[in-house]
């Protein structure tokens, strides 16, 4: 093993350092967690997680005796506060959620916030994420994406959020409750058409599902069963398509109404994400088109 990778967080008398442990456990699966994480689960004096019932289990499987805390989205607020006196006593305080990594969508981030602005140690202890899980097996491309969460559940207001996406975002990740999923599926289709998508669920569960397809073929096999576990959809932004030239010259022309040349190539450049050389060529010409002509008989 390279001399460089640190092999274990305790110290030599077994001890965690004092700090926030953010820990990163399994999506379904129970093998899916680290060795440097069940480390610091057995080793931490205290665990806060959503759902102590789900992470009792995982304690189960792997003999972790700590004690366990809940934290979660109704008591957020009083429970970072005392876990903020376990730090202050020089504890060791271990976050986990109920699947994949704390924070993400989950509840965590006032925890962490306040232990880094109180000066805690906050350490990551990575591991299983369902939207790096999701796009990894996805076939979409993964060199640029954004992980946007939920939308918004009501479909006035998922629309607008879907039509302010632009193609330079990449690849869109998304969490999608079943019951919503074929709405998504459905907005999908009637804005960007036939692009190319992918729902995941149920990851790394006997159920796992990873379905490839249009938004409309992907409704339609969705809509045929019952869908249970929250989903991941991802889809590939439609490349933008270059404005026409009678869309140039119509952009250009209201713009020179009001504008002078060099100022409406400006706008019109920015607006179509044009070149300004380019369009300003073409404001030239459209200009003096217009200009007025002297009968050679007057």
Do not use: W
């Amino acid at each position: 093993m390279s001399d460089d990778l640190e092999q274990t967080d305790l110290s030599p008398s077994g001890q965690l350092a004092p700090g926030l442990y953010v820990v990163a456990t399994p999506l379904g699966h129970a093998r899916d967690i680290t060795l440097r994480a069940l480390e610091v689960l057995k080793a931490a004096d205290l665990i806060l997680c959503e759902d102590t019932r789900v992470t009792r289990k995982l304690a189960q499987i792997y003999g972790i005796k700590t004690p366990l805390r809940a934290y979660h989205d109704h008591n957020e607020g009083a429970a970072s506060q005392a876990a903020l006196v376990e730090l202050s006593a020089g504890k060791a305080v271990a976050l986990v959620s109920d699947a994949g990594t704390p924070v993400v969508s989950d509840p965590g981030f006032r925890l962490t916030r306040l232990a880094s602005a109180e000066g805690y140690n906050v350490f990551p202890i990575p591991g299983a994420a369902s939207p790096i899980a999701a796009l990894s097996v996805s076939g979409l491309p993964s060199d640029r994406f954004q992980f946007l969460g939920f939308l918004p559940s009501k479909a006035q207001a998922r629309q607008r959020a879907l039509k302010g996406l632009v193609p330079e975002m990449g690849t869109i990740i998304l969490f999608e409750s079943p019951n919503r999923l074929c709405a998504l599926l459905q907005d999908l289709s009637q804005i960007f058409g036939d692009i190319e998508a992918v729902v995941a669920r149920e990851m790394t569960k006997k159920f796992e599902e990873i379905q490839r397809g249009t938004p409309d073929a992907l409704h339609a096999h969705f809509a045929s069963k019952t869908v249970r576990g929250e989903c991941v959809v991802l889809f590939s932004m439609p490349e933008a398509k270059a404005p026409t030239e009678d869309a140039v010259d119509l952009a250009l022309s209201a713009a020179l109404a009001t504008h002078s040349v060099r100022d409406a190539a400006s706008l019109v450049a920015e607006t179509l994400n044009l070149p300004r050389k380019t369009v300003y060529a073409r404001a030239i010409a459209l200009s003096k088109s217009d200009e007025p002509h002297t009968s050679q008989d007057e």
